[in-house]
């Protein structure tokens, strides 16, 4: 029994895998990634950046395929052990609140998130730019698009898993068209998923990993100690950008105040599937399952933009290390 609990139902049957007796780090690597290998399907490029979710006892997800023309398209999929997937080799194909949404023009990272009845997802939508994309499904099955969230240009939209104070609640990264060499985190509200204000700044970058940019991850997970936040870092090194992903504490009413931040990474680019890619030294984390019993987390990552992986960590331990090594 975790010691913090982690606010929300049980997941008995999370994927997990013990911390080898010889790792010194606070989340540790799946010994069989990469789980999704680039060439799962018959026309995918690489497969990486994914958001899965518990669904129906066992496991679903919306993923990133790159195909081999290279357009970016996301896919629904499922799994019985949230480790071996099938994922629909036709993209989402979604219905459309309005044809004034516009044509299609790419879909890329998404996030998955439940809230209320249903399970919501964003992505970085094309139109005109990027920006955050909308829908909803009931059974990854039928996707209906609802209006974008911002304007362009926005990356890494992702969402609270419960209204706060009687709102619904966001955290993206203000962007520009291109592959963006800044940005900071920020907060947004809504009262009806339409119309967002009430933006406020979270954090920003700060030396050394997360210099250049950083980005929300997977959605926040509830605990008592306040939201916890995987986010993405960047820094620019003189072999390009280099991404490592790290851990902060928010302000469970007020979730733009950080009360801790991690100073050191949790993760870097390190294996061979994370440094030789498409994308060379990247781990990029969209998802995460926690089991309130156990205080087990599972982190789903794309690495090296061709393939996913996963890492496991313990909430009590995870929390105690975020704490310890937090510098506002």
């Keep these: 029994m975790s010691k913090r609990t982690i606010i929300g139902p049980a997941l008995p049957n999370i994927p997990w895998e013990d911390k080898p007796s010889d790792c010194k780090e606070v989340i540790w690597r799946f010994s069989q990634n990469p ?19 518990p669904f129906e006892g066992k496991f679903a997800g919306v993923f990133r395929c790159d195909d081999k023309r290279r357009e970016m398209r996301i896919h629904a999929g499922f799994s019985d052990d949230g480790i071996n997937w099938k994922i629909d080799e036709k993209p989402i194909q979604f219905i459309k609140e309005s044809e004034d949404l516009g044509d299609f023009e790419y879909a890329y990272d998404p996030r998955v998130c439940f809230i209320e009845d249903r399970y919501y997802v964003t992505w970085c939508n094309g139109y ?11 059974d990854f099955k039928e996707f209906h698009q609802i209006d974008n969230i911002t304007m362009p240009y926005n990356r890494n939209g992702v969402l609270f898993p419960r209204k706060i104070n009687g709102k619904y609640a966001l955290l993206s990264r203000p962007s520009d068209t291109g592959h963006t060499p800044f940005g900071d985190i920020f907060y947004s509200e809504s009262p009806d998923l339409v119309y967002w204000g009430k933006h406020r700044h979270v954090m ?21 100690e306040g939201w916890l936040v995987f986010y993405h ?31 050191p990474y949790l993760m870097a680019p390190r294996t061979q599937y994370e440094c030789v ?18 205080g087990r987390i599972a982190v789903y990552y794309g690495a090296a933009d061709t393939v996913t992986g996963v890492a496991y960590t313990q909430v009590d331990e995870l929390i105690d290390f975020i704490k310890n090594n937090s510098k506002l």
């Design 35 to 53: 789980i999704i290998p680039r060439d799962l399907l018959p026309n995918s490029n690489s497969i990486f950046n994914s958001a899965v979710v």
């Design 128 to 138: 005109h730019g990027p920006t955050i994309g909308l829908a909803y499904t009931f």
């Design 204 to 224: 920003g970058t700060r030396g050394w990993w997360q210099s250049t940019k950083i980005g929300a991850g997977p959605t926040p997970i509830e605990t008592t």
């Design 233 to 263: 870092g960047v820094l620019t090194s003189c072999n390009g950008y280099v991404y490592h992903f790290g851990a902060a504490i928010l302000d469970l009413e007020q979730p733009w105040k950080v009360l801790y931040r991690t100073e």
């Design 277 to 294: 890619g498409d994308v060379p030294n990247v781990v990029f984390p969209c998802a995460a399952l926690a089991d309130s019993e156990t």
